[in-house]
């Protein structure tokens, strides 16, 4: 375990108060945090006995006078822009339902996807008629939060041509809470799998066509969005989406050691993108380590090792040294 390091909290009541710190540590429900004077309670804690208390599990977090507890695993919460890939669990009026690993099920509405060979129309009844031969129960999909509702629900949207139907590839979920927000949630891997890190916790990784060059040609060959070579709509019925096409062994070997990998950095809690994944995808081939054995858990230390150096040493960069507040130079 890396030493606790403690982020200093400035003087708010007057010149003369004391300078205060937090702990940036694992707390447990019933937790003293410090004391409840001069702070205000955020998520996550309760004022006990003029103190500041933990009600969950988590890291102390600090913004100005609030003090939260971030909670290590929880469901994912939504915002919007947030790249997300999600199973279909419903066909309901005009909409479906996705399981998105958030505390409900988010929304795909009819008119925020693209219909095959139409251009921006209003829907109509035989588009409601045919929407499972756009989108069926069980299909995987990568989408993007596009509104969010009072009640904590968010509605989706797949009317860019890096969205849309998933085929041909494998899903890994993770604890959302490790997602780290990137410039791009689309990545090509040089072992020639391209990878969507939903921030919800799902991750798709599929093999990369033989013409894919970079990162933008792999978010839109990631995803199995329905051809816009379609005619008409009625086309679409007898076209649920691109055919399934044969695997290499290469290509799936690929895969399940990526897979892998991410298990891996799941299991000691390491931010999950695609740098922390290729890191510990080189590590396990400099081990010489089989698919199987990369799930030992000796083995999944020694794989996680080179990037848990790495990690340590953002976190240390990040922590302003020494106990005495300071104005902060972001």
Not at 129 to 141: H, N, Q, T
Not at 190 to 203: E, H, K, S, V
């Amino acid at each position: 375990m890396s030493k606790t390091s403690r982020l200093a909290l400035p003087a708010y009541a007057s010149s003369t108060q004391t300078t205060r710190t937090v702990d940036t540590r694992v707390v447990v429900p019933g937790e003293v945090i410090l004391p409840h004077d001069g702070f205000l309670r955020g998520h996550g804690t309760y004022p006990k006995d003029g103190m500041l208390c933990a009600t969950v599990a988590g890291m102390v977090t600090q913004v100005n006078k609030l003090i939260s507890v971030v909670p290590l695993k929880s469901r994912f919460v939504a915002r919007i822009g947030d790249v997300v890939v999600g199973r279909i669990v419903e066909v309901a009026h005009k909409r479906w339902k996705v399981d998105v690993q958030s505390q409900q099920d988010a929304v795909l509405m009819l008119s925020s996807i693209n219909i095959p060979g139409s251009t921006q129309r209003r829907r109509s009844a035989a588009d409601e008629l045919l929407m499972r031969s756009f989108f069926a129960e069980g299909d995987l999909i990568s989408a993007e939060v596009q509104s969010l509702y009072a009640d904590g629900g968010c509605s989706l949207a797949t009317r860019s041509s890096k969205y849309g139907k998933l085929v041909d590839g494998l899903l890994v979920a993770v604890n959302p809470s490790l997602m780290k927000r990137t410039a791009s949630h689309f990545h090509s891997f040089p072992c020639g799998i391209d990878a969507i890190f939903g921030f919800n916790g799902y991750i798709w990784l599929t093999p990369s066509p033989p013409e894919a060059e970079g990162d933008d040609v792999a978010s839109a060959s990631a995803t199995g969005a329905i051809p816009s070579s379609m005619n008409d709509v009625s086309t679409a019925a007898a076209d649920t989406g691109p055919p399934f096409k044969s695997v290499p062994l290469d290509a799936r070997k690929a895969i399940v050691r990526l897979r892998n990998a991410i298990v891996a950095l799941d299991s000691v809690f390491i931010a999950i993108y695609a740098d922390s994944v290729w890191e510990a995808y080189q590590a396990s081939l400099e081990l010489e380590l089989d698919l199987p054995d990369m799930l030992h858990a000796s083995n999944m230390e020694a794989v996680t090792a080179r990037v848990r150096e790495v990690h340590d040493e953002a976190m240390a960069a990040a922590v302003v040294p020494g106990v005495e507040a300071g104005p902060s130079s972001a």
